[in-house]
T-cell receptor, first 113, second 115 residues
Framework: AQSVTQPDIHITVSEGASLELRCNYS??????LFWYVQSPGQGLQLLLK??????LVQGIKGFEAEFKRSQSSFNLRKPSVHWSDAAEYFC???????????FGGGTRVLVKP | NAGVMQNPRHLVRRRGQEARLRCSPM?????VYWYRQLPEEGLKFMVY????????ESGMPKERFSAEFPKEGPSILRIQQVVRGDSAAYFC?????????????FGPGTRLTVL
């Protein structure tokens, strides 16, 4: 069965500093990988996705993620965070198109001024 | 193009009552998914539907929960005889007819509180 682990429950970062959120997945074949962001009381917004091809994926809001098959990881990065990036971030894996997503437990990001 | 719509946004029920949660997918989307988010946890898959068909209900509790996506109208998640443990945020997502790994677009969720 597929699974997703986000080792960091909370991360606090200063505004303007870089951010990296870790995601490890377990799946037998090449997965479909996603990062979503959830603001308090809101639904989820897709930041980026990886299906195949270039392992460095660019997303919205200045985020990027790198797929590393050897490490079963799909870490999310942003070079310089803004106060508006404070939210909860979820990594998810799917098997194929039109298939259910398995989510990690989420990482809550706090941004210090 | 309106996004995924869910109503109500907040729902309060007493133990033993029924809860009905509605989801209208994005225009042109024929796939609907329901997920549940318990407090301080990630989202857990419940059920995947296409029009008039349940494709995958492997995440649905065996009792009291049911889902439908009729030919006309929204998808409905129904919880009978609610218990306190059903208190959670329920999210609906939709995706277009499959072209290979399409993203799921999420609604704002329905927050169910069982008293």
């Amino acid at each position: 069965a597929q699974s997703v682990t986000q080792p960091d429950i909370h991360i606090t970062v200063s505004e303007g500093a870089s951010l990296e959120l870790r995601c490890n997945y377990s799946y037998g074949a090449t997965p479909y990988l996603f990062w979503y962001v959830q603001s308090p009381g809101q639904g989820l917004q897709l930041l980026l996705k990886y299906f195949s091809g270039d392992t460095l994926v660019q997303g919205i809001k200045g985020f990027e993620a790198e797929f590393k098959r050897s490490q079963s990881s799909f870490n999310l990065r942003k070079p310089s965070v803004h106060w508006s990036d404070a939210a909860e971030y979820f990594c998810a894996v799917g098997k194929a198109a039109g298939n259910k997503l398995t989510f990690g437990g989420g990482t809550r990001v706090l941004v210090k001024p | 193009n309106a996004g995924v719509m869910q109503n109500p946004r907040h729902l309060v029920r007493r133990r033993g009552q029924e809860a009905r949660l509605r989801c209208s997918p994005m225009k042109g989307h024929s796939h609907v998914y329901w997920y549940r988010q318990l407090p301080e946890e990630g989202l857990k898959f419940m059920v995947y539907l296409q029009k008039e068909n349940i494709i995958d209900e492997s995440g649905m509790p065996k009792e009291r929960f049911s889902a439908e996506f009729p030919k006309e109208g929204p998808s409905i998640l129904r919880i009978q005889q609610v218990v306190r443990g059903d208190s959670a945020a329920y999210f609906c997502a939709s995706s277009p007819p499959s072209r290979g790994g399409d993203e799921q677009f999420f609604g704002p969720g329905t927050r169910l509180t069982v008293l």
